[in-house]
Structure formats: C-alpha cells, structure tokens
T-cell receptor
C-alpha cells in the first residue's frame, strides 16, 4: 500500500545549492503534480504532468524544473535554491475515469525543505 | 479563472458540537468541488467531492457538504465533532467536465481552516 512516496522527507540547503525531489507512485496514475504548501496560503501548483514525457507549468513555476521520464516517477528540481523556496512540497497523482480526470488527488506525505 | 475563499483560518468547537467550515468559490465554468483533510505531518486526503450529481454530498468520517450554486458555496458540516476530527481542512475547486475534460485535475485550494476540538 505504498501509494505516493516522496524522498527525501527533510532537507536543508544553502542559498544557491541545487537539489532534486523524487516522487514515485505505484497506482499507474496518468497525472502527477507538484504543489508547495506555505502557512496561510493553502497549496499552490508548481508543475504538473499529464503523462510520461510531458510536463506543464502551474501557478508558481519560477525557479523549478520537472521531468517525467517514467510514468511512475515525477522529479522536481531546484537549480539554485533561494530562501523563498523554503516550504513543504507535496507530490500528488490522479487518474482518469470515463475519459475525464476526476480531480481526486492522492498525496504523498510531503518533503520539508529549508533554504538558509 | 477560479478561486476559493475559506472563511475563518481557525475554528474551535467542543466535542459533540456541530462543525461548520465555510467555503465560497468562483469559477467561470461549472465546477468540481472538493474538501480535503490534512492531519499533522501528513499529506492531504479526500473527504468528499461534488461533481455535478447530487448537491448534498456525503463523505468519510460523518462529514457532508452542500453545493449551493446561488450562493457559490460548498460548506462542510458534521453534526457531532470528535476529538479525532482535529486537523486542517482545505476546500478546493477545479473546472468540471464542461471544460472538455481538459482541467487535468488541476485544483485551486483555499487557504485552509484549522479545526480544534475541545473536550
């Protein structure tokens, strides 16, 4: 019953360093997403993917890149971390039913990133 | 464009009392609406969803929500609060099927409401 797994769960970076967050899902879902959660702001969509090899920008994409080389994995990269990227990052996946994305998201447990 | 406003960042109730968490939305097309719950140090999980069928939607753990188009609201209720209901609750909206299925499940979330339950 793994569902959506995120690694690492915690990371501390210095300004300017780079890192990659890995998301893996074992439900064969077509869609995957990266959100960031900040106090009082809910969750905001960074990037998303509607299938292997395709990605698109969400609401707050600046400073992030993503890749989906395999259907089950969705990677989020920070090329040059900034303190404003201190946040909790959530990966999620969703499926198609009757040809329509239901919008029901399955979330990982989050990755807490601190940029000093 | 779509947006969600949750009225009240913190709600406190006594155990056994009614829970009412308010959510208003705006959407240019008929929406899908959701309530998610987040327990401490966990990801979000779906409580219930409205996808243009019955306007009164029942979810897990005794929660329900009513879609009121005239009021653009989707408030979450539970008749009797339990200590285990203490968590943060998020209302979310996405474009519904009239968008041609192109919404790709992209949700817009509200700011969240922290529910505290007192003994």
């Amino acid at each position: 019953n793994a569902g959506v797994t995120q690694t690492p769960k915690f990371r501390v970076l210095k300004t300017g360093q780079s890192m990659t967050l890995l998301c893996a899902q074992d439900m064969n879902h077509e869609y995957m997403y990266w959100y960031r959660q900040d106090p009082g702001m809910g969750l905001r969509l960074i990037h998303y993917s509607v299938g292997e090899g395709t990605t698109a920008k969400g609401e707050v994409p600046d400073g992030y890149n993503v890749s989906r080389l395999k259907k089950q994995n969705f990677l989020l990269g920070l090329e040059s971390a900034a303190p404003s990227q201190t946040s909790v990052y959530f990966c999620a996946s969703s499926y198609i039913f009757g040809g329509v994305n239901t919008g029901e998201l399955f979330f990982g447990e989050g990755s807490r990133l601190t940029v000093l | 464009a779509q947006s969600v406003t949750q009225l009240g960042s913190h709600v406190s109730v006594s155990e056994g009392a009614l829970v009412l968490l308010r959510c208003n939305y705006s959407s240019s097309v008929p929406p899908y609406l959701f309530w998610y719950v987040q327990y401490p140090n966990q990801g979000l999980q779906l409580l219930l969803k409205y996808t243009s069928a019955a306007t009164l939607v029942k979810g897990i753990n005794g929660f329900e929500a009513e879609f009121k188009k005239s009021e653009t609201s989707f408030h979450l209720t539970k008749p009797s609060a339990h200590m285990s209901d203490a968590a943060e609750y998020f209302c979310a909206v996405s474009e519904g099927e009239n968008a041609g299925g192109t919404s790709y499940g992209k949700l817009t979330f509200g700011q969240g409401t922290i529910l505290t339950v007192h003994p």
